[in-house]
């Protein structure tokens, strides 16, 4: 007579003695996810910048704590590779989320919601290192040599390209859209200046400086009131009146940055709106000069309102994928650029603005005037501007500066920058040609 061996219904010795481990790892994963998903809540809802509200910050705030509560609920119920994965991501969201508290804290001490953003640093180590040991002891050790090893160069090589395409272009939407320069500068204007404040068509109050006029025409220094000081001072020597200020989210200024300047039009257009309403500003000689992202802006502020009656862009070139698509630039880096365009939008709660290209022929029948350096940006300024001043209208006009480097046309070429900055503002602004 045969006896028929049945497996043994209870659980072996190591399993017995994982459950508590992963039960223990479980509770520290969604502790460590409350955390971050309270800094979340501190830092879009209870606490935001002043100038902006809770309302503002719908998408930034509830599509994060929906995947931060769907990583905790399912974190019992996934395999422990899978679960691994998740802590990974949740903990990079977790240290990310805490950038904004570390600058701030550097520059200046903690403040508001930055308590919170240490505690999501915190939070967000601590689920890299239980991501980190799970994933280590759910490694498989089962199968022969060459297939353990091409497994894992196959997933080594998956992770390097989300790090590159995903992760990494995240992290610079991520503090791209969180800080900003905190500090006001010492003013070097080359004249006395006046300390001025206004306000955006969506409540958001500015600060910067204003020096008067003395030949009837004022230009609109941009963006800060840092980069553009040199320029200023250039402006102020041939009698014009100069604004600086900090655009949203920067310096004294309430509101959210965006150092890609995304719908930062409207901070121009309270700027010239401010002129026009001053009693020793002419409406018709307001001019701007727009450094990067400043020039970026200050095209889609001259496009969209006649407040400008000329504008010089140095160094513009784009904002988002959008600008890539139409600039002729795409390549390798697509999912990257496409990533932080996605991943701006969700963090500024704001869809891309239209491309670059498509609004600069708008600016006509007001002047402009495109400057790029031969080796900005390795070279690449060269395409979007030359692109720019084919779709522009007259008035137009383009310069490339000979081994200039990004908005260096300043100091790379500074009697020709300046005869020609200066000739151009004088023939908008001043109806007239002057040799400086």
């Given amino acids: 007579m045969e006896t028929m061996a049945h497996p043994d219904p209870r659980p072996s010795a190591t399993s017995a003695g994982r459950a508590p481990v992963a039960r223990a790892e479980t509770r520290l994963v969604r502790l460590a ?3 971050v998903a309270l800094h979340v809540v501190d830092d879009n809802f209870l606490q935001p910048e002043p100038g902006v509200s809770a309302a503002d910050h719908l998408i930034s705030g509830l599509v994060p704590l929906a995947l931060l509560a769907a990583a905790a609920i399912a974190d019992a119920r996934l395999r422990p590779g899978v679960r691994a994965t998740w802590a990974l991501l949740a903990g990079f969201f977790g240290v990310l989320t805490g950038t904004e508290a570390a600058y701030y804290t550097v520059n200046g001490g903690p403040s508001g919601d930055d308590f919170t953003g240490i505690m999501a640093t915190l939070g967000g180590v601590g689920l890299l290192i239980v991501g980190t040991r799970t994933l280590w002891r759910s490694r498989r050790t089962d199968d022969g040599a060459f297939r353990r090893y091409l497994r894992r160069s196959v997933l080594t090589a998956a992770a390097l390209v989300l790090i590159a395409q995903g992760l990494f272009p995240t992290a610079i939407a991520y503090v791209l859209t969180h800080t900003a320069r905190a500090e006001v500068p010492t003013a070097r204007l080359g004249a006395a200046h006046e300390e001025v404040e206004f306000t955006t068509s969506d409540g958001v109050r500015l600060q910067g400086w204003f020096v008067p006029s003395r030949n ?41 940055p965006n150092a890609f300047g995304w719908h930062g039009e409207r901070d121009l257009h309270a700027a010239a709106a401010y002129l026009r309403g001053r009693p020793d500003v002419d409406p018709e000689r307001i001019g701007g000069l727009g450094l990067s992202v400043g020039g970026e802006m200050l095209i889609r502020a001259a496009a969209g309102s006649e407040l400008f009656t000329a504008i010089v862009s140095e160094g513009a070139s784009g904002q988002s994928l ?3 698509v139409a600039n002729g630039e795409l390549g390798e880096g697509i999912l990257a650029d496409g990533t932080v365009t996605l991943a701006t939008a969700l963090f500024a709660n704001d869809p891309p603005p239209p491309s670059l290209k498509a609004q600069v022929a708008k600016i006509a029948p007001n002047a402009v005037f495109f400057v790029y350096g031969e080796n ?8 979007p501007n030359r692109g720019f001043y084919d779709a522009a209208r007259q008035p137009k006009q383009l310069w490339e500066v000979p081994d200039g480097q990004h908005i260096a046309g300043i100091t790379t070429q500074p009697e020709d920058y300046e005869r020609r900055v200066i000739g151009f503002f004088d023939a908008a602004l001043l109806n007239s040609k002057r040799t400086p």
């Fill in 322 to 324: 959008r600008d890539g």
């Fill in 216 to 256: 009837g025409a004022t230009v609109v220094a941009f963006p800060g009131r840092s980069g553009p000081q040199k320029h200023a001072r250039m402006l102020v020597g041939y009698g014009y009146g100069v604004l600086l200020f900090d655009r949203r989210g920067e310096g004294a200024s309430e509101g959210d």
């Fill in 376 to 383: 900005g940006q390795g070279g690449s300024e060269t395409r």
């Fill in 33 to 35: 996810l409350s955390v």
